[in-house]
């Protein structure tokens, strides 16, 4: 392999090392806009060129090739113009202040989903920073953000990234990033990545350019890596130093691995398992836990099982499967991905699988796919009222699984997130709207999609924060502040049972280490049905129906003394219970 980073990199005084891989230039040049210049840099074997050249740190520079091309450095850190603009020299070095921070096993225990650009008015790293007390006082870990490498345009959802080294620059650039993860540590909250190794954008990549074994076969996001070609090798070494680059640069405690189950790889050693080799050494190197979260299209176990086991070692799952049984039971929708769901029965498998074990699997409610990817973009709450989401919350939440909650369903948001782009190539536009078309109607949607070029359909789905503060938006907060600390305070490694009685999901969850055992009430729909209770003392710890959460007011009383096998709880329809049983009766 030829050493150094691939990119450039500052070496010493003015001077930076420049290494790109190009097996199909002759010769390879750096040119400097600003003054003219163009230096040489040398064949150094394997495709490779290499030099050292003199500039100034945040200077904009492009590759010649064969003196005749100019493009950017497909390794660029820095693209301040955009995807079409000039490469600008980036040196990572960064005041940081975690010295002592060492990442959070397991991704933390409850994760916030972000997407940068609506999460705040400002839409920049910086706006996110501003908001991390808020966070920290909803109980949540972890926040995870949206990809951040650099896409076309001002707005997208960053799944259409094409300089996987980085950082987009209308969030705020690199420093913003940066300045956005040293806050979250001084918070107390550690951040994940959402990283894309399956595909590249489909505007504005130059790869191409530099060699055809970049990319390989199409996808319907845009040309995938070929991994497996015979410079396979090379491919995979662009996509690991970019992975080690965003955990060393940034000080970020893993990445979620958008759609790993796309990732074309049919090689003698799987790319995720050399992947996670590199993002476990540099974590190694920087005294830091950095876990890694594969998005899967179906359970999969071998994702999370031990190396010693045949497995690839990974942190966890990003699971769907809760997700489309809560989703199908809350709002009837059993069409497109819901097919198969519906029933109960079918939220209970979810609740008690145990391959992967629980605490390897990350679940949610809602999710920027499975909100955005709908016509209209609405959340839970707009398809289903706020009492059955808040009882998707308590499933969520109290289950022994990772909760992953989506920006704003923590205070019942009413904006849509939709599908926005900004492409510039008006064959390309054309393009995206016919495609979101023929992609909702595979989903089951008859609806006319907004218009994803339209800077309106970005705007609308902008939080707007203030609403929080509001009525049942602030009740509906402290809801989910409620759910995140019983979590914490009982918590629990699995389900010892989980049945279904009438209308109601009943999980008797596994004891704390305390001994406590707890039981789980999932009301969904009526008329509501008796659950059962073994004998013992129980305690209401959480009821979704009282008024104080919005709820139309419990009819369950907060002490149920039962002595025989008659003794019952009949909830609220559409209403999510906690119990705790002393054993021992007064």
């Known amino acids: 392999m030829i050493p150094g980073r691939l990119g450039a990199v500052r070496a010493s005084g003015g001077d930076w090392d420049f290494l790109v891989w190009a097996p199909r230039a002759r010769t390879l040049s750096v040119h400097f806009p600003s003054d003219g210049r163009t230096v040489a840099i040398e064949p150094a074997g394997d495709g490779h060129f290499a030099g050292r050249v003199e500039a100034e740190r945040s200077e904009r520079y492009r590759f010649r090739i064969d003196g005749r091309l100019d493009r950017a450095d497909p390794a660029s850190r820095w693209q301040p113009e955009g995807v079409f603009g000039p490469s600008a020299l980036f040196d990572p070095a960064f005041p940081w202040s975690d010295a002592g921070w060492r990442g959070v096993p397991r991704c933390g225990d409850a994760v916030l989903e972000i997407h ?24 949540v870990g972890t926040i995870e953000l949206m990809p951040v490498s650099q896409f076309p345009g001002e707005r997208n959802w960053g799944y259409d990234g094409v300089f996987p080294f980085a950082c987009q620059h209308s969030y705020g650039g690199p420093r913003g990033l940066q300045r956005l993860v040293d806050a979250a540590h001084a918070a107390g909250l550690s951040v994940l990545l959402d990283f894309v190794a399956n595909h590249f954008g489909p505007e504005g990549c130059v790869l191409a350019d530099y060699g055809p074994a970049y990319a390989a076969s199409p996808t319907p996001w845009g040309p995938a890596p070929d991994f497996d070609g015979p410079a396979g090798a090379s491919v995979r070494r662009f996509f ?77 799952e990003w699971d769907d499967g809760l997700h489309h049984a809560l989703h199908a039971s809350l709002t009837g929708e059993t069409t497109g991905v ?168 009943v999980a008797v969850r596994d004891p704390d280490s305390a001994g406590t055992e707890s039981l789980l009430i999932l009301q969904i729909g009526e008329p509501a049905g008796a659950v059962p209770l073994r004998a013992g003392n129980w305690t209401k710890v959480l009821d979704s129906a009282e008024t104080r959460w919005g709820g139309p007011g419990s009819a369950v009383e907060t002490r149920i003394a039962a002595r025989g096998p008659g003794a019952a709880i009949r909830p609220v329809p559409d209403s999510a219970l906690l119990f705790v049983r002393d054993v021992e009766l007064d």
């Not at 973009?377 to 699984?401: C, H, K, N, Q």
């Not at 992609?439 to 705007?459: H, N, V, W």
Request: some cysteine; charged content about 30%.
């Open 240 to 316: 690991l130093e970019s992975a080690v680059a965003w955990v060393r640069d940034f000080h970020l405690d893993g990445l979620r691995l958008d759609a790993a189950f796309a990732i074309p790889d049919s090689g003698p050693r799987p790319f995720l398992d050399e992947l996670a080799d590199a993002v476990s050494e540099q974590g190694r190197q920087s005294g830091r836990t950095v876990a890694l979260v594969a998005e899967t299209d179906g359970a999969n176990p071998r994702l999370v099982r031990p190396r010693s086991g045949g497995g690839l070692g990974l942190d966890s």
């Open 116 to 139: 940068v650009g609506t999460f705040t008015a400002e839409g920049t790293f910086d706006g996110v920073a501003a908001r991390l007390s808020e966070i920290v006082q909803l109980g």
């Open 338 to 505: 819901y097919a198969g769901f519906g029933s109960l029965d079918r939220v209970v498998r979810e609740l008690c699988r145990v391959d992967p074990p629980p605490r390897r699997r990350v679940v949610f409610a809602q999710n920027h796919d499975q909100v955005g990817n709908r016509a209209a973009g609405e959340r839970l709450t707009e398809l289903a009222g706020f009492d059955r989401a808040r009882v998707a919350a308590a499933a969520v939440i109290l289950s022994p699984m990772i909760p992953l909650l989506f920006m704003g369903e923590e205070w019942g948001c009413g904006a849509p997130f939709l599908f926005f782009t900004d492409f510039r190539d008006g064959k390309r536009i054309e393009a995206v709207r016919e495609g979101r078309r023929r992609d909702l109607a595979a989903l089951g949607s008859r609806e006319e999609p907004p218009d994803p070029e339209s800077l309106d359909t970005f705007l609308r789905s902008k939080l707007d924060g203030g609403k929080a503060r509001l009525g049942r938006q602030r009740k509906m907060r402290e809801f989910y502040r409620d759910l995140l600390r019983i979590r914490l305070e009982i918590p629990s490694s699995g389900f010892e049972s989980c049945r279904v009685f009438g209308s109601s999901v």
